[in-house]
């Protein structure tokens, strides 16, 4: 398969025109003369990532975070994304990256994970003009403690990384969500009445103004709401191309628990 075909079919699911205009969704680098016979993919690229890529002998690497945000002045050894750009050229190792395009798309990140906490009626968040968010109800009654104690085994989320702010014991029916850092979309789940809003890194602040306005709120964070993404495109790859297509099974969680 060409690289371009490859592009193209992660496109036809999540188009570059959902992407923030911060954002730098698509290649990080690109090989164009090489067929693409192996794709790694992984939540992000670290060194792991890199040096486990280079043993599979990948021609690509398809991650959900980019490599590079901001424009780069120079390319050094020394610098941690210079190395990472050193090594993946000199092994001829593409990398494309579908971020907040694929957040937002149909299926993508945050439907997955609506999916994943056994959602019903699924749908976009009421206020979220951004088309990020999702919110829907679980089938039957329990409360937000008993439904975190699912979460925790659905998503093989240890609860001691977990946070939480608000009352365990009220009883549960809608849930608003967003993968990744959210918490700015807080208001847009007390407007669409959620009893509970779920996302990653919530801040300080953020969880007071929670607290105040009522709002329960559970970080899962950042890792685990999106490391979903490994599961998610490796399935579409292999369900719409013929090249092999391997699950990234390097820990990349900057967290550990604290016993």
């Known amino acids: 398969?060409?690289?371009?075909?490859?592009?193209?079919?992660?496109?036809?699911?999540?188009?570059?025109?959902?992407?923030e205009p911060w954002d730098n969704t698509g290649f990080q680098i690109k090989i164009s003369d090489k067929d693409v016979y192996k794709v790694l993919v992984a939540m992000e690229v670290t060194n792991s990532v890199v040096d486990e890529a280079?043993?599979?002998g990948a021609d690509v690497i398809v991650t959900h975070h980019p490599m590079i945000f901001s424009p780069i002045k120079k390319i050094d050894c020394n610098d941690i994304t210079g190395n990472y750009i050193i090594k993946?050229?000199?092994?001829?190792?593409?990398?494309y990256s579908t971020h907040t395009s694929f957040d937002k798309c149909q299926g993508g990140n945050n439907d997955y994970l609506a999916q994943l906490l056994h959602l019903d009626d699924?749908?976009?968040?009421?206020?979220?003009?951004?088309g990020f968010c999702r919110?829907?109800?679980?089938?039957?009654?329990?409360?937000?403690?008993?439904?975190?104690?699912?979460?925790?085994?659905?998503?093989?989320?240890?609860?001691?990384?977990m946070n939480f702010t608000g009352n365990l014991n009220q009883q549960l029916k809608k849930v608003g969500l967003c993968t990744g850092s959210g918490s700015d979309f807080i208001h847009c789940a007390i407007k669409d009445n959620c009893e509970l809003f779920i996302t990653g890194d919530l801040k300080y602040h953020n969880a007071q103004i929670a607290k105040e306005m009522g709002i329960n709120v559970l970080d899962i964070g950042h890792y685990g709401s999106e490391i979903i993404f490994v599961d998610n495109m490796s399935d579409y790859l292999s369900k719409n191309t013929d090249i092999d297509?391997?699950?990234?099974?390097?820990?990349i969680n900057p967290f550990s628990p604290v016993l």
Do not use: H
């Not at 104690?149 to 990384?161: D, G, P």
């Open 54 to 56: 280079v043993s599979l």
């Open 135 to 161: 919110s829907g109800f679980i089938d039957g009654q329990c409360t937000i403690g008993e439904y975190i104690e699912q979460i925790s085994r659905w998503l093989k989320i240890e609860k001691t990384l």
């Open 122 to 130: 699924i749908d976009m968040m009421e206020g979220d003009e951004s």
């Open 245 to 251: 297509i391997i699950k990234s099974k390097v820990n």
């Open 88 to 95: 993946l050229i000199q092994n001829e190792i593409s990398v």
């Open 1 to 19: 398969m060409k690289i371009n075909n490859l592009k193209n079919i992660i496109e036809n699911w999540a188009p570059l025109i959902l992407q």
